[in-house]
């Protein structure tokens, strides 16, 4: 398998509904540009690419799928996964949060259009993620219910019970004493919880197997786990023209990190237990999992 290859159709393929999605929305202009500013301008675009492999993996296990939803449906949440995720960063870009001049190697949205346009990209983003899955649903009843029930955890791993609770969490204990479970609480929702989430999500859409969910379910958290450190880690060890974004933030803002509470090999080291433990999940589903496995190993090298 070509891994970057196979990582790159995905890409290409979200890239396509997103284009889509957006084209013929009518809204504020301006607004729409700050809007497509953002979403058009790279990323790794993961937590779409996996929730697609989790959905194509569910899809290789179920032997008696009569119906299946209908592509633009399967598209519409991928891309419905990074408008989320691109609101998020829009703003914890924002003065009030972490103030960053710079995400994926250009200025940030409210360097370019000020902060209080910047608010409103977030929200439309936000709202059009809602809006863009809900145009979508399925109207046969047992795909439906699957659909919603993908939507459902979304909305949650989003929501006050994952990110936006994270990102609470990671402001006000910034600057106070390092605390393992304050650690543990930022990490796990403001990233793991949007990660599992996009793969619970395309697992449900492929297939009805709590098996196959609770595997991508444990995958997910500790690959969730292991992405945070590794951007922990790269905050003092990454290259900025490779990330796109300053560094040296987190010890300036005084966060609760990996590095600072552990040590940089201490992380790197746990990063690796987590990345294992992932792939373990999904060793049982052999070369069908081979994209995912792969995607886990690289987490660990990964330079932005
Ligand atoms: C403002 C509600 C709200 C939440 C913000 C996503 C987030 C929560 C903050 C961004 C800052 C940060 C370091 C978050 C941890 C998650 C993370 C590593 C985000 C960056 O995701 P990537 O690396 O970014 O997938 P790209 O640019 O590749 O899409």
């Known amino acids: 398998m070509d891994f970057n290859a196979v990582y790159q159709t995905k890409v290409d393929y979200l890239q396509s509904g997103l284009t889509t999605l957006i084209k013929n929305r009518s809204g504020h202009p301006t607004l729409l540009k700050a809007i497509e500013y953002s979403l058009h301008s790279g990323g790794k675009r993961l937590r779409p690419v996996l929730?697609?492999?989790?959905?194509?993996?569910?899809?290789?296990?179920n032997t008696n799928n009569n119906i299946r939803i209908r592509d633009n449906a399967v598209l519409a949440m991928a891309?419905?996964?990074?408008?989320?995720?691109?609101?998020?960063?829009?703003?914890?870009?924002?003065?009030?949060?972490?103030?960053d001049d710079y995400r994926r190697g250009i200025p940030t949205n409210h360097k370019v259009f000020g902060e209080a346009m910047a608010i409103l990209?977030?929200?439309?983003?936000?709202?059009?993620?809602?809006?863009?899955?809900l145009e979508h649903i399925p109207k046969e009843s047992e795909l439906l219910f699957r659909y919603v029930k993908a939507l459902l955890i979304i909305a949650r791993s989003a929501g006050i019970s994952g990110m936006i609770s994270g990102q609470s969490a990671d402001i006000e204990n910034q600057g106070k004493p390092l605390c393992e479970d304050t650690l543990h609480y930022i990490h796990t929702h403001k990233t793991e919880a949007l990660i599992t989430a996009s793969l619970q999500a395309g697992a449900l859409l492929g297939h009805d197997s709590p098996e196959l969910f609770n595997a991508v379910t444990g995958y997910g958290k500790a690959l969730g786990l292991a992405f945070q450190i590794t951007d922990d880690i790269l905050d003092i060890t990454g290259d900025i023209a490779q990330l796109g974004k300053n560094t040296g933030k987190d010890e300036k803002l005084g966060k609760q990190t990996?590095?600072?509470r552990y040590g940089l090999e201490r992380s790197k080291n746990l990063a690796r237990k987590y990345i294992y433990q992932a792939v373990s999940?999904?060793?049982?589903?052999?070369?069908?999992?081979?994209?995912?496995?792969?995607?886990a190993l690289n987490i660990l090298n990964r330079k932005h």
């Open 51 to 61: 929730f697609l492999s989790a959905y194509e993996l569910a899809c290789q296990n």
């Open 79 to 99: 891309c419905a996964l990074e408008m989320i995720h691109t609101y998020s960063l829009i703003h914890d870009d924002l003065p009030a949060m972490d103030n």
């Open 121 to 133: 990209a977030g929200d439309g983003l936000l709202n059009l993620a809602y809006e863009v899955m």
């Open 258 to 260: 990996y590095p600072a």
């Open 281 to 295: 999940y999904i060793d049982v589903f052999g070369v069908k999992a081979e994209f995912l496995k792969v995607l």
